[in-house]
T-cell receptor
């Protein structure tokens, strides 16, 4: 059974960089897209971006200037960096596997449990 | 960006009811829509992809339909475990976008 687990600081100061990692176990990272999604308290889901094992990335244009994602398949991990954070970046951050079954990409078939990140001074 | 609009935002129902949630896309997404169930404090769980394909392990009381710009998620005979928030998502084009969610409550 594939499992994903986010890790990283729960508190980040305004203007600093949010860094999260996602560890993947129970399956290969090959041929799937690896995603970050966030959800502010009481609100909907926002897709942040995805990285492919080759290193190819696609980001949400709304965050593109501040986001960087990377992948290390030898460690079965991928990561998120979000720079110049503000209180508006406070949210639960999820990592998720992106699947392309049936044609277009991607929908999310496996999720991490989520990591609460609060931006506060 | 493709906007996904769900209705209603909240739905009150009883065990045994049939409930339908609607998701409208701001432009055609063919049938590239997924539905998720989310319980408080938990990650979303995939129910349906490609508008109507049931994910493995999901009870058959869940069904999805629609194409183009209008999609539905139906729960036939609501069970106690089904009280949750439901999200639609389009994957026709980047950026991937979600609806605002529909909370199904007692």
């Amino acid at each position: 059974q594939l499992q994903l687990q986010e890790s990283g600081p729960g508190l980040v100061k305004p203007s600093e960089t949010l860094s999260l990692s996602c560890s993947v176990s129970g399956g290969s990272m090959s041929e799937y897209y690896w995603n970050w999604i966030r959800q502010p308290a009481g609100k909907g889901l926002e897709w942040i971006g995805r990285v492919y094992p080759s290193g190819s990335v696609v980001y949400n244009p709304s965050l593109e200037s501040r986001v960087a994602m990377s992948v290390d398949t030898s460690k079965q991990q991928f990561s998120l960096k979000l720079t110049s954070v503000t209180v508006a970046d406070t949210a639960v951050y999820y990592c998720a596997r992106g699947e392309c079954a049936g044609g277009n990409c991607v929908f999310f078939d496996y999720w991490g449990q989520g990591s609460q990140v609060s931006v506060t001074s | 960006d493709i906007q996904m609009t769900q209705s209603p935002p909240t739905l009150s129902a009883s065990v045994g009811d049939r409930v339908t949630i609607t998701c409208r896309a701001s432009q055609t997404v063919a049938n590239w829509v997924a539905w998720y169930q989310q319980k408080p404090g938990r990650a979303p769980n995939l129910l349906i992809y490609k508008a109507s394909t049931l994910q493995s392990g999901v009870p058959s009381r869940f069904s999805g339909g629609g194409s183009g710009t209008e999609f539905t998620l139906t729960i036939h005979s609501l069970q106690p475990d089904d009280f949750a928030t439901y999200h639609c998502q389009q994957y026709k084009a980047y950026p991937l976008t979600f609806g605002g969610g529909t909370k199904v409550e007692i």
